[in-house]
């Protein structure tokens, strides 16, 4: 799957608006979510409060 396809944008966004939405201060995924999740912030560094080292 290429990085711009459909299902893999849509799902990046939904992460993206669910972590703008709530606000969570941890966010945890497992396997492929973490990967999504990864590239959500990754994407919109707004999104993150402030990262782990």
Known sequence: MSEHA????AARE????RIARY???VV?????????????LHAHPRSRSRSCS
Not at 6 to 9: D, I, N, Q
Not at 34 to 40: H, L, T
């Open 23 to 25: 606000r969570p201060r």
């Open 28 to 40: 945890i995924a497992h396997s492929l979510g973490s990967v999504v999740a990864f590239e959500a």
């Open 6 to 9: 459909p299902e893999r944008t």
């Open 14 to 17: 939904e992460v993206t608006a």
